[in-house]
């Protein structure tokens, strides 16, 4: 899937070698992607850490966006050092990780425009997981990626055995996610997919359906599995709290798309490793 197949192998050598030492780390490695650009990724994302350590875990996420690197607004914090500053600066973990306003809840923030081919270097993100695994600190890790489905977006999903992805049903958006699940049927067992913009909990669940009846047909890996894991309805509200630097989850603690949130958790944590 990723690039040549001899440059993969080498890179599954490599993180087998660097994966030896975390298999006792209670940390879950979650990746959010989608393909298609504007979709929610990130805004779930910070609402669904939120809610994440409303149920006593310790959540850390990661801002992997380096298009237009937007966690510390949604969170609203000022961050001195980016993700960047470790991999390139040589900053610990220690200085890069700030500690949110919400309890638990810790953000590593990412850069906006940053030129990728600066640091390209194969398993540099690698090493940055794992080393955040090793430190055994967190339940849960929460990596939002930029869209698309370019080499650093891959570099961190080939390292992830969770994957979730954001679509609505909108077209493109389908069609890009079902780019995505062609692209991880080669490597992965699952893709978790949750359904942004979708008012009605069973429409997103046909609509996952399909994809799947689709991949069975064009013969993708058969034992590649398509979770469905929930739905989230648009709100106005949403926009307008992210626009303060507040978290929806947090402000509407009893909404319609905050018992959504904790539905599609309920969902995931039953379905990550
Ligand atoms: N359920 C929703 N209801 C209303 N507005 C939403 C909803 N989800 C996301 N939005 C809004 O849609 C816009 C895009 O969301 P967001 O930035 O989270 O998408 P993204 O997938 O991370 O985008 P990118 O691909 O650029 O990283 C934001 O203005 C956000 O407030
Ligand atoms: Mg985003």
């Known amino acids: 899937m990723f690039n040549s197949i001899s440059s993969q192998a080498h890179k599954l050598i490599n993180l087998t070698k660097i994966n030896k030492n975390n298999s006792k780390s209670k940390s879950k490695l979650i990746t959010i992607t989608s393909g298609k650009g504007g979709v929610g990724k990130s805004t779930f994302t910070a609402n669904i850490a939120y809610l994440l350590t409303k149920r006593n875990l310790?959540?850390?996420?990661?801002?992997?966006?380096?298009?237009?690197?937007?966690?510390?607004?949604?969170?609203?914090?000022?961050?001195?050092?980016?993700?960047?500053d470790y991999i390139q600066s040589h900053k610990t973990l220690d200085e890069i990780i700030v500690?949110?306003?919400?309890?638990n809840l810790s953000l590593i923030a990412g850069k906006s425009s940053y030129k990728y081919a600066k640091i390209k270097n194969s398993l540099v993100f690698s090493r940055i997981i794992n080393d955040i695994i090793n430190l055994n600190k967190y339940d849960i890790i929460l990596v939002d990626t930029s869209a698309g489905l370019?080499?650093?977006?891959?570099?961190?999903l080939s390292i992830s055995h969770n994957i979730l992805a954001i679509t609505t049903t909108d077209p493109s958006a389908l069609t890009d996610v079902y780019a995505l699940i062609k692209m991880l049927s080669h490597e992965k067992e699952k893709l978790m997919l949750c359904f942004n913009h979708t008012q009605n909990y069973?429409?997103?669940?046909?609509?996952?359906?399909?994809?799947?009846?689709?991949?069975?047909?064009n013969m993708l890996k058969s034992n590649f599995m398509i979770e469905?894991?929930?739905?989230?309805?648009?709100s106005a509200n949403i926009s307008t709290t992210s626009r303060l630097r507040k978290l929806f989850v947090h402000e509407f603690a009893s909404e319609v798309i905050t018992k959504q949130l904790h539905?599609?958790?309920d969902s995931l944590l039953k379905n990550i490793k």
């Open 228 to 234: 469905y894991i929930g739905n989230v309805s648009t």
């Open 263 to 265: 539905k599609v958790i």
């Open 99 to 103: 500690q949110t306003a919400y309890k």
């Open 58 to 84: 310790k959540v850390l996420v990661l801002d992997a966006d380096i298009g237009l690197a937007n966690m510390q607004v949604l969170f609203n914090v000022k961050p001195k050092y980016t993700l960047f």
């Open 150 to 156: 370019n080499e650093y977006v891959q570099e961190f």
């Open 202 to 217: 069973q429409i997103g669940e046909l609509i996952s359906n399909s994809l799947i009846k689709l991949a069975k047909n």
